[in-house]
């Protein structure tokens, strides 16, 4: 039986008085089980100071503030608005010198904004990636630079067979350069031992690289890797233990944990933090039940099963519609019609970022409803930094 399935419901309930003022679907983040994650997480990095935290998983104040407040003062994002919030929140913590990565490949008007939001921070340090250092004069001034590598993932980054490509914009950003940033999500495959091995061998052409920059006179501040898949491995891998910069892992989804997190990493020990509240409006067939949480409130992007019903694993999600989520009934009693059920989504980075409100659950207790005040992206330059 997989944790999720024995996972005991009973704390994600909520009230019948909760229930009955609240319409679904529903975000609901539980921030009992957000500082036990965080709590976890950085126990196995050794210190907060090892983990640079991808925002884009939680995208509300009060985690942000939570994340803050169990030490961690790096960070990364990938929208302009993560960036404001995220400082912001940082700002009212008392956060004195906070550390934000852009995690993304800004041009154009996002950079010039991107120079508005670091302008209105001051005291924060404020970087971006690039990989091409002929647009690092695009880069405002007060914005540092990371280089984005490639592993092998290719979705943005220098090739990192591509070494002068990469020397080039360290050289060009000067003493504006921090680091590498070299994300390995594309090793996710396998099972525990064989995506060890695969790791290791992406970190071992990664030292090689360092080697390179070190030899070309560059000085490599920081190199963040790792998302959540592979960030255990990164801190296995016993060479970063030694390097003469600072190597830092990233993984988000961790605050939240979700359930395509749970199959790939179960050896986690994480809780769901983040749920969507659902209830069943339909019985189109003897054995089938269809919920409110169609696509619109719960991502389905990572394929199927989209969501996992807690304490209900008999309840087998199928491909959701708009507004729908159909439930096959493979054991147990069909829920009726207008029973709460409570979904773990399969990704919840993109989840959240569906849900205009939250409700924050402390212990059992509803203690506020907030906005998902990081979700979505500003519209207009003069939106940013003012």
Request: proline share 7%; charged share 25%.
């Amino acid at each position: 039986m997989s944790r999720l399935a024995a996972l005991d419901p009973a704390p994600y309930v909520l009230a019948d008085d909760v229930l009955d003022a609240t319409l679904s679907p529903a975000l609901v983040v539980h921030l009992d089980r957000v500082r036990e994650n965080l709590r976890r997480v950085i126990a196995a990095a050794g210190g907060a100071d090892r983990w640079r935290p991808h925002v884009k998983t939680s995208k509300i104040p009060a985690v942000f503030a939570e994340v803050a407040r169990a030490g961690v003062r790096r960070f990364k994002c990938a929208t302009l608005r993560e960036a404001e919030v995220l400082l912001a929140t940082l700002r009212d913590e008392g956060i004195e010198a906070p550390d934000v990565c852009l995690a993304y490949p800004l041009v154009g008007p996002a950079l010039r904004a991107l120079g508005a939001v670091a302008d209105a921070f001051p005291a924060a340090r404020v970087s971006v990636l690039c990989e091409d250092a002929s647009r690092i004069a695009e880069v405002p001034e007060r914005v540092s630079v990371f280089v984005d590598v490639n592993p092998g993932m290719h979705r943005t980054g220098v090739p990192l067979e591509d070494r002068a490509a990469i020397l080039g914009v360290a050289r060009a950003a000067g003493e504006r350069f921090r680091g590498v940033h070299y994300y390995d999500g594309h090793l996710h495959e396998g099972g525990t031992e064989e995506r060890r091995r695969a790791v290791f061998a992406c970190y071992d052409r990664l030292l090689k690289l360092l080697d390179f920059l070190r030899a070309g006179g560059v000085a490599v501040e920081e190199v963040v890797t790792s998302g959540t898949p592979t960030f255990q491995h990164a801190l296995a891998y016993p060479p970063f233990a030694e390097l003469d910069a600072a190597h830092r892992i990233s993984p988000g989804t961790v605050v939240y944990h979700d359930q395509r997190s749970e199959e790939e990493n179960p050896e986690l020990d994480l809780l769901p933090a983040a749920v969507v509240l659902s209830r069943v409006v339909s019985h189109p067939a003897p054995d089938l039940a269809t919920c409110d949480a169609g696509s619109k409130s719960i991502a389905a992007e990572a394929g199927d099963p989209c969501a996992f019903v807690l304490g209900r694993p008999d309840l087998v999600a199928l491909t959701p519609s708009e507004e729908h989520l159909p439930l096959r009934v493979t054991g147990g009693a069909r829920p009726e019609r207008g029973d709460a059920l409570y979904l773990v989504p399969r990704h919840v980075c993109p989840t959240t970022n569906l849900a205009e409100e939250a409700l924050l659950v402390d212990a059992g207790e509803v203690v506020d409803v907030v906005r998902v005040s990081a979700r979505a992206h500003p519209l207009r330059v003069s939106d940013v930094g003012g």
